[in-house]
């Protein structure tokens, strides 16, 4: 399969993950509800409201992050062992939002999701969520930077781009 | 110190908008034409380009909307900015290398441009252009008037301008936006973003700092009263619930690459390989300023839940409180600076790409020629551009409007340029009829979209509606050239292409 054509089924099959959520009945709560003694601002309440969307929303998340490195990968020139880099990075990706998505479950099942282990300033789930999701990218951004001449802007190929450059001013110079 | 707080509080941001001023004037100097006023002359270094990148990425909303959320709905907002990181990777891996190139093979010197180029289609060039504009005059009107709102809060805690109308509020600070991108055009503007960005940074870490510290135990005991309070807010999906937080990841992630003020500065820099730096200064760049976003946001939350600060009447007095009962009176100087810096960043950037659209692309699409003296006419529709965004800021009849028109606007961009330039740029099977298609369709799903809120028809979940209406572009988008025929390309667009 082309990489286009996997780019386009990963947008359907997104597209219809939202359709189905338009199916699946709301509890109440699920978009959050007015605290009870502040004004303008919100609780999410009881935690049973993920029940029955964990999985529609896991697999959202699996499917954005295949979608997300997918993509980075339409514009670049990879070999083999780039290839694996890209995967490994796309890997980690999906590994802490899968450690967030199962860390808060464990925190629900052993009913401290109220008092949870804090790690860095934060409860571990959400720890997951802005150390690991938030910051993994970088391993992109890292990859950018070092392999730019060899996956981005390869030197032979921005020559060929040049040639066809000057040929077109040289063009344009002749009707002037 | 504390008894001339207000006064510096002013003097900082008075202070700024006169560099501000001196910025435009020395860029007046550089700008001797269109290419200048549009482009910069594409002369820019990857520090300055990096920076106003991210700069002009980052708005006021998030040093005033993006704590207010937070505030509101616990860490639900904190996705929209875990997911800048890869946001900038799809931005750069996507456009960083081949807008520049596209720009370079034709001296292009606007988005549209570069379509008209890509497809081979002065109605792609036309539809591309009139978006834009539509989503710049949409988005513009909301940034202006939360610039007047930030003046008027802070010139009406001084005795002498105590009752100073929001209608001069919009006047003294357009003036200064005006100002600068009338004399220095995008010159002016990333070098003001430059500066802009350079203090966005400086104050959020200095912000951070004191966030910490507003409970004895940091950031932990600040996360243990709020999950005490309601475990949920502070779990990953906040208040807002687990698909309507996935949504904004996706919205947000992608739809930075959609954003016209931000990827025409990918066009600016000198050097094809600067894209390198630039990625890495502006995702450090935007880290360490959203730290101002979260931190405020957990803290004033966690202030309020243990009583340490009353109860506020509006989320969106969060960040400002914050800074007047919490910070030493130099920093909220510096912070309300950063304040109309983020705004004005971000201002600045539209103004240039409307008055592009309004002066070169819709006259090229129609006429087939730009304007004559593009200079002056760029300039004279920069101000005509503020000034009706000013008056339907002011005059508009339904406040709300304006907030929906600023996330109208911002949905546009998202849903018109993912599909046609981050897709279609890197997709030779991409067609010319599958862009106008996915344009008129981002413009009509958006306007139904906008529709739907003010008649408050609910989403489930609260998915965002820019997350559909972008997925069905780019659905819409694919389909069409799918099942239209393989279109030629030139040799030109095949070389660009090809690297």
Redesign the interface.
């Known amino acids: 399969m082309k990489l286009a054509t996997w780019i386009f089924a990963l947008y359907l099959a997104i597209g219809g993950i939202i359709t189905i959520a338009f199916f699946v009945e709301e509890d109440p709560g699920s978009q959050g509800l007015a605290h009870p003694t502040y004004k303008d601002m919100s609780i999410g309440g009881e935690s049973t409201r993920t029940d029955k969307i964990v999985w529609l929303g896991t697999a959202l998340g699996i499917l954005q992050i295949t979608l997300f490195v997918s993509m980075l990968c339409l514009a670049i020139h990879l070999d083999k062992k780039q290839r694996v880099w890209m995967a490994a990075g796309g890997g980690l990706m999906l590994t802490m939002f899968l450690a967030m998505v199962f860390s808060y479950r464990a925190l629900l099942a052993a009913g401290t999701l109220s008092n949870p282990a804090i790690f860095l300033g934060l409860p571990v789930p959400t720890a997951f969520m802005i150390y690991g999701l938030g910051l993994t990218p970088l391993v992109f951004v890292i990859f950018y930077v070092v392999q730019f001449d060899s996956c981005v802007l390869r030197p032979e190929r921005y020559e060929k781009f040049q040639q066809v450059l000057a040929e077109r001013q040289r063009s344009a110079e002749d009707h002037q | 110190m504390e008894a001339y707080r207000n006064t510096i509080v002013f003097g900082c941001v008075a202070a700024y908008m006169v560099l501000c001023i001196v910025i435009g004037l020395w860029a007046m100097r550089k700008t001797k034409n269109a290419h200048d006023f549009f482009m910069a002359g594409r002369n820019l270094g990857f520090l300055v380009t990096g920076i106003a990148v991210f700069s002009s990425t980052l708005s006021g909303f998030g040093f005033v909307g993006g704590p207010a959320l937070i505030?509101?709905?616990?860490?639900?907002s904190?996705w929209m900015?875990?997911c800048?990181?890869?946001g900038?990777?799809?931005s750069?891996?996507?456009?960083?290398?081949?807008i520049w190139?596209f720009a370079?093979?034709r001296d292009s010197i606007s988005l549209p441009d570069v379509v008209a180029t890509r497809y081979k289609s002065e109605l792609t060039r036309f539809l591309m252009a009139l978006a834009i504009l539509l989503g710049v005059m949409a988005y513009l009107g909301s940034q202006i008037k939360a610039m007047a709102h930030v003046l008027q809060d802070i010139m009406s805690r001084g005795s002498f301008w105590q009752d100073i109308s929001l209608e001069w509020c919009v006047v003294i600070s357009s003036a200064v936006l005006v100002f600068y991108c009338v004399t220095g055009g995008i010159i002016a503007s990333v070098y003001t973003d430059l500066f802009q960005g350079l203090i966005m940074i400086v104050a959020a870490l200095l912000v951070f700092f004191y966030a910490y510290q507003a409970l004895p135990g940091?950031?932990?005991e600040?996360?243990?009263t709020i999950?005490?309070?309601?475990?949920?807010?502070?779990?990953?999906?906040?208040?807002?619930?687990?698909?309507?937080c996935?949504?904004w990841?996706?919205l947000f992630?992608?739809g930075g690459v959609g954003q016209p003020h931000v990827v025409t500065k990918m066009m600016m820099n000198k050097n094809?390989?600067d894209?390198?730096?630039i990625?890495?200064v502006s995702?450090i760049g935007f880290g360490v300023s959203a730290l101002l976003w979260?931190s405020i946001g957990l803290a004033m939350?966690a202030l309020?839940?243990n009583g340490l600060h009353p109860?506020?009447?509006?989320?969106d007095t969060a960040a400002p409180q914050f800074l007047q009962l919490h910070t030493p009176a130099i920093l909220a100087g510096v912070v309300f600076a950063a304040l109309f810096a983020a705004i004005m960043s971000t201002a600045d950037g539209f103004l240039n790409v409307g008055a592009a659209a309004v002066v070169h692309d819709i006259p090229q699409a129609l006429r087939g020629k730009s304007l004559k003296h593009e200079l002056l006419w760029a300039r004279i529709t920069t101000v005509a551009l503020a000034v009706a965004a000013a008056l339907f800021s002011l005059y508009s009849p339904d406040a709300k409007l304006i907030a929906m028109l600023g996330s109208f606007g911002w949905g546009i961009f998202a849903a018109a340029i993912v599909p046609v330039v981050?897709?279609g740029l890197?997709?030779k099977?991409g067609t010319a009829l599958a862009a106008n298609v996915a344009i008129i369709a981002s413009l009509l799903i958006n306007f139904t979209v906008m529709f739907m809120r003010k008649m408050e028809v609910p989403i489930?979940?609260?998915?965002h509606e820019g997350?559909?209406a972008l997925?069905?572009s780019?659905?819409i988008y694919?389909s069409i050239s799918?099942l239209s025929k393989p279109p030629v390309l030139s040799?030109?667009v095949e070389?660009?292409m090809?690297?």
Do not use: H, T
């Open positions: 505030y509101k709905m616990g860490i639900s904190v900015v875990i800048a990181a890869i900038f990777c799809l750069f891996y996507l456009l960083g290398k081949r190139l370079a093979m940091g950031f932990a600040i996360s243990q999950a005490a309070d309601d475990a949920e807010s502070m779990a990953p999906w906040g208040a807002l619930g687990m698909l309507g996935m949504s990841y996706f992630a992608l094809v390989r894209a390198r730096y990625l890495p995702v979260i939350r309020v839940i109860e506020l009447a509006a989320a981050a897709i890197n997709w099977r489930p979940y609260k998915i997350a559909i997925i069905a780019i659905c694919f799918l040799k030109e070389a660009v090809d690297v």
